[in-house]
């Protein structure tokens, strides 16, 4: 849309407002349609992503934004959102009657500005002019803003504005990212709200001679500048290029898989060490991918998701702070675990990075990842960044002993039935600790396991709390994979799953999942542990305790409190982790109530196949809310999960035995 | 019947549907948005659904007849009918749906058979019950009457 925006930004606006919608559900296409036309906004529909790309090439600029179902038969849904982002740089909102943490991810990646759920009400549709002015405000950034703009306001060249926008704009935004470039500034500027300049419309030759030029200077070297000078077409301006440069090397990321970390501010460093905790949990998807463990795609995923969040890097862990995602990842586990990765696929830990919704994520990860690098080994826990722990995760990660985590490792990666096969019950320490399972046995997912990527953003969490706080326990993970923190396991996030984790069996599933995102078998993990003091009963299959762990998505991975998984919100089972927490397995997963529990975080120690949560089966009484309290102290919390372990969290068959892991020794 | 009298039968009528969970409040939101402009709304978007419906059920049989299952065409079936069914606010099929999908993804046969069965029953349950209720709906407007407004909070 260029200028035409003129008229769009009228009086008037948001009435006017051009907006295609797409969907091969003529009910709903129906639907749609009434409501739109209800919003005052001009309607067109179509039951083809191929007509409707058509219609949008043949006249630009007469669309303001799109709206896509995600599933179609002619054309998957998040390819029109990239054809569309890439050539016209329109909104494009994905809806879907499919609500699961995946595919929702999945459209984020994929830059969709918003995601909505179907049904989809009225209310959802009024708002979606937003889009429109913040992408006009934005220009390209990959961030959201959620400034509010004015259109008085607006000053700031709307049109796709490089990532760097200098703060001398009007301010109304906060864009902070942004700098603009001086001359672009001073031309755009015109004052209010309509769109200065003309929106660029990215034509498919002018596109190919972009890609073009960007081949010959090299990817790494491509600079705008340089890319202008190549491509020599008049008119095009540097930010022109700029901005689609970014786009475009979003999307060869998520081609790729990797290597590029989503944010370009963001993950330039990518320090392999460690985890720089960098915005991007993806930063340590790095080093796990040099660790070999992650596969370069799950680190492009977590990239991406970590580039939300920039935070510091550096081996603190724990400073992840809020995210709710925390996954823990094995991360640790991968670290520590170097040659054990086997299990795990590396993609697997990843996949907890991928679950980590890029919100929290990103920290998170890092945590994890740092952690686990700090821990030595110890299950990245993922510094329950949510604040709540940075601290236990750490902890737990000393815990985990270095061959817990290998087996964590395996445990995770294999289809081994998530149940951790340790016996042991090592307490999940869920607090902040990486749930507190312990990778010992089968580690404990905290209840992330089957949270895959829940732990993103709060959001994410948000959709298993719904659930049934139990945890299906088959996602537990954790006794599989490393990545015990990748229990975020998907299927935690069904929401129609709300099933307990009982079955262990759901665990391997989940890893699965880390593996790729997509499987989010619901088995298991709904997580529950979302925020919500998931109940995650980590039924490690092997032992019948069903972990219940309310998973309390905690950054911190680590379980810092033994509170494992139980927590829920307002469930606390902390006895019910039990099994050591295996915070040395990777560190937990770190589930992040959404809000709940701060500390509660279930750091899925999954890593090991002897981590395993082993949870009791606690009916959900157990989880008392009284967990909630973010940390229990974490004696209470040893103890009760000590005491589970008495059931026979014997030395697991996992290297690690982490029998009796004291809790102690996670400093919440 | 007297107007009156019919006019409180569908008002009976439409309570019991959402009581029962036959429709749930995204049928309410249709309803609303039913103006003067569009006075057929909800009768066609109705319409429209019963023949989306009836296609995604005849390609389910199918496709589960087969001596090789297609889960994931299954799915995708499933998953339409799923998205169609909560717009318009029929509930219980979409639950059915849900349910169904859990077995289509355990790739258990048997269990999606049965659910097959499920799903088609409520919608033929709703079926029915819309059609009922639309009839109601004519004979009140023949009758001379107007359709009464029904507050039902959700």
Not at chain 1, 484 to 495: L, N, V, Y
Request: contains cysteine.
């Amino acid at each position: 849309m260029s200028t035409a925006s003129s008229s769009v930004v009228s009086d008037q606006f948001p009435a006017g407002l051009r907006v295609l919608v797409v969907d091969d559900d003529p009910t709903c296409l129906k639907i749609l349609e009434k409501m739109l036309r209800t919003c005052l906004y001009e309607v067109t529909k179509s039951n083809r992503a191929e007509l409707a790309l058509d219609m949008l090439r043949d006249k630009r600029n007469i669309f303001d934004i799109v709206i896509s179902d995600v599933h179609m038969p002619d054309m998957d849904g998040f390819k029109l959102l990239e054809q569309v982002g890439l050539e016209m740089d329109l909104p494009v909102i994905m809806m879907s009657a499919d609500d699961s943490k995946h595919v929702v991810m999945k459209g984020v990646t994929h830059g969709a500005c918003d995601y909505l759920i179907k049904p989809v009400r009225i209310e959802a549709l009024k708002n979606i002019w937003q889009h429109v002015v913040r992408k006009r405000k934005n220009g390209w950034k990959e961030i959201e803003q959620s400034g509010s703009v004015d259109e008085g306001d607006r000053q700031q060249k709307p049109s796709e504005d490089v990532d760097y926008s200098s703060s001398a704009n009007e301010g109304n935004w906060r864009s902070s990212k942004r700098r603009k470039d001086e001359e672009d500034e001073a031309d755009d500027r015109d004052d209010s709200s309509t769109l200065k300049k003309p929106r660029v419309v990215w034509s498919v030759e002018l596109h190919q001679q972009f890609v073009a030029a960007v081949n010959q200077l090299g990817i790494d070297k491509a600079v705008p500048k340089k890319i202008l000078e190549l491509m020599n077409v008049p008119g095009l301006t540097r930010e022109n290029v700029a901005s689609h440069l970014q786009k475009y090397r979003l999307y060869l990321r998520r081609l790729s898989g990797v290597s590029q970390h989503s944010c370009n501010s963001f993950i330039s460093p990518q320090d392999a060490s460690y985890g720089p905790l960098s915005p991007l949990n993806g930063l340590d998807l790095q080093t796990f991918a040099a660790t070999g463990h992650i596969p370069a795609q799950s680190l492009a995923t977590l990239q991406a998701a970590g580039l939300s969040r920039s935070t510091a890097k550096s081996g603190m862990p724990m400073p992840l702070v809020e995210q709710r995602n925390l996954f823990s990842f094995d991360n640790a586990k991968l670290r520590f675990g170097d040659g054990q990765p086997q299990h795990m696929n590396s993609g697997k830990q990843m996949n907890l990075l991928h679950g980590i919704p890029t919100n929290m994520e990103p920290k998170q990860l890092v945590n994890l990842h740092h952690s686990a690098q700090s821990l030595g080994g110890m299950n990245m826990q993922v510094s329950p960044h949510g604040g709540h722990n940075g601290q236990s995760s750490s902890i737990l990660m000393q815990m985990s002993q270095p061959q817990a985590r290998g087996q964590i490792l395996n445990e995770t990666t294999g289809g081994q039935v998530a149940r951790l096969p340790t016996s042991t019950g090592q307490p999940i320490l869920s607090n902040g600790i990486a749930g507190g399972v312990l990778a010992r046995n089968g580690i404990v997912e905290n209840g992330r396991a089957g949270y895959n990527q829940v732990p993103q953003t709060s959001s994410m969490l948000n959709f298993p709390l719904n659930h049934a706080p139990e945890l299906p326990g088959n996602s537990f993970p954790l006794g599989s994979s490393p990545g015990i923190s990748a229990i975020t396991s998907k299927g935690g996030f069904h929401e129609d799953a709300n099933s307990d984790i009982k079955g262990s069996a759901g665990f391997i599933q989940s890893y699965d999942i880390f593996n790729d995102l997509q499987q989010h078998k619901p088995n298991g993990w709904e997580l529950q542990n979302v925020g919500v003091g998931v109940g995650l009963t980590f039924d490690a299959s092997q032992h019948s305790n069903s972990l219940r762990s309310n998973i309390d998505v905690a950054p911190s991975v680590l379980i810092n409190q033994s509170y494992s998984s139980s927590q829920r919100n307002g469930q606390n089972s902390n006895a019910t982790v039990t099994g050591k927490a295996i915070f040395s397995v990777g560190e937990g997963i770190e589930h992040r109530n959404n809000g709940q529990n701060v500390g509660q975080h279930m750091n899925n120690l999954l890593g090991d196949n002897s981590m395993r949560i082993k949870t009791e089966r606690v009916p959900d009484t157990i989880f008392q809310p009284a967990l909630f309290p973010q940390h229990f102290g974490q004696e209470d919390l040893m103890s009760a999960l000590l005491k589970q372990q008495q059931d026979g969290i014997g030395p697991a068959e996992n290297e690690f035995d982490f029998d009796g892991y004291p809790l102690d020794n996670i400093p919440v | 019947m007297e107007v009156g009298q019919m006019q409180r039968s569908l008002v009976d009528y439409t309570k019991s549907l959402f009581l029962e969970g036959v429709l749930d409040g995204q049928f309410l939101q249709l309803q609303q948005l039913q103006d003067d402009t569009n006075p057929d709304f909800v009768a066609e978007v109705v319409s429209l659904f019963f023949e989306d419906s009836q296609r995604l059920l005849n390609d389910l049989t199918r496709t589960l007849d087969q001596p090789n299952v297609d889960f994931k065409i299954v799915d995708a079936h499933v998953h339409q009918l799923k998205g169609s069914s909560s717009s318009i606010g029929a509930q219980r099929v979409k639950n059915s749906c849900i349910a169904f999908r859990n077995f289509c993804e355990a790739q258990n046969i048997e269990g999606c058979m049965r659910c097959l069965q499920q799903v088609k029953q409520e919608y033929l349950l709703v079926k029915n019950k819309l059609e009922t209720l639309f009839r109601l709906k004519q004979q009140i407007v023949a009758a001379g009457g107007s359709i009464p407004v029904m507050e039902l909070s959700f």
